[in-house]
């Protein structure tokens, strides 16, 4: 993985660059953001600019013994390690050929996605600490190679108390030569202490530019539909993905947003209860998609209503119902809108019933359109 095959993040780009260059590379980085904007790829590309034989002013070369290796993640001298189903494992070992796998295929992914890759069942999975033992006993080995050592904690933040205590102890007396680098999209769920002796790097939202090229280019879509997808993932390549991967004879996140509103908009009860059904029986992902999909049609609304059609980044379809509709969104309902949306969100990441809340969004819908 080198720099070049991450998308955008030019800043941060430099900046781990420079503190390779200048030998000013702290032994433990925090690598604070979603999976969606990079931080992976990130320090995949960092660890191979330090290990690599031949690096460039920009970039590791990408043809030497060493970045052939890590490419292949076979480096002896690069770690990993990730949340585990602890029914299947304890430690991520037994998964590490499909970790391979994963990140081959793509080193945007998030902790779903790696959930039904490992387990039928989707149950959660943690970083134990009978991984912090495998991690101890990796790290006070020698360098094969000579260099660095360098040890990369996925979604750090799925450390479990006796874990992370572990974690504590090595970096506060690490051994010569190694460096981690704990990738966390959540800060607040890692010990202050662990956070205390890290160098933390913020990676942010991937820019629209950035991204509409990305998504442009490498899934073959005309400049409109590129800008609509690209404003609506708000910097996430993996939510763009998610989108895009949707099944063809799906119905469509446009429709379900259209449906929703003209049944509130006429109070037809009937409708309304048929919508809450239908995306009840839809999986959870495809739910949060959607609620993420109406905060981005609405926001457009308001764009559109204040700052002209030439600033809303919407397909042809979607322009189409937002001339209609846009109107009866405005100043005295868009709060109360986005609050609903957001609180449905959250109730649905803690599992809440998805028929009574599509339902409760329906009849919020339909006194917030009236009260326009």
């Known amino acids: ?180 680098i704990l990738l966390s999209k959540e800060e607040g769920k890692l010990l202050d202490t662990i956070i205390s002796r890290c160098q933390i790097l913020r990676v942010n939202r991937i820019s629209e530019p950035d991204l509409k090229i990305h998504i442009e280019k490498d899934f073959q879509l005309n400049t409109e539909e590129a800008d609509s997808i690209a404003s609506y993932s708000e910097g996430n390549i993996i939510k763009a993905k998610e989108i895009l991967n949707l099944d063809e004879n799906d119905y469509s996140l446009k429709d379900h947003f259209i449906e929703l509103m003209r049944s509130s908009y006429k109070k037809n009860v009937i409708d309304m209860m048929n919508w809450a059904d239908q995306m009840a029986q839809t999986g959870k992902e495809r739910q949060k998609i959607f609620l993420l999909y109406t905060s981005h049609m609405l926001r457009q609304c308001i764009i559109k209503n204040y700052a002209g059609n030439q600033n809303i980044k919407v397909s042809e379809d979607e322009f189409n119902f937002l001339d209609k509709f846009s109107p009866f969104i405005n100043g005295k309902n868009i709060r109360d809108f986005m609050k609903s949306i957001d609180e449905a969100y959250y109730q649905l990441e803690r599992n809440a019933n998805a028929k009574i809340l599509f339902t409760l969004l329906c009849f919020q819908s339909m006194r917030m359109l009236h009260k326009a």
């Open 1 to 180: 993985m080198q720099f070049k095959d991450v998308i955008g993040q030019a800043k941060l780009k430099e900046k781990l660059i420079y503190g390779v260059r200048k030998k000013k590379i702290s032994h433990a980085q925090l690598f604070l953001g979603d999976p969606g904007y990079g931080s992976l790829g990130l320090a995949m590309a960092f660890a191979q600019f330090i290990l690599c034989e031949n690096k460039t002013a920009e970039d590791s070369c990408g043809q030497c013994p060493s970045c052939r290796k890590i490419n292949e993640l076979q480096h002896p001298d690069l770690h990993f390690s990730f949340p585990t189903v602890q029914s299947v494992s304890k430690t991520s070992k037994p998964f590490y050929e499909d970790w391979r796998g994963q990140i081959k295929d793509s080193s945007y992914f998030s902790l779903f996605d790696w959930i039904k890759k490992i387990d039928s069942k989707e149950r959660k999975p943690i970083i134990s600490v009978d991984e912090s033992y495998d991690i101890h006993r990796k790290l006070k080995l020698k360098s094969y190679e000579g260099g660095y050592k360098i040890m990369i904690i996925w979604m750090a933040e799925e450390m479990n108390t006796q874990c992370a205590n572990k974690i504590l102890k090595i970096l506060e007396e690490p051994p010569n030569k190694t460096m981690f």
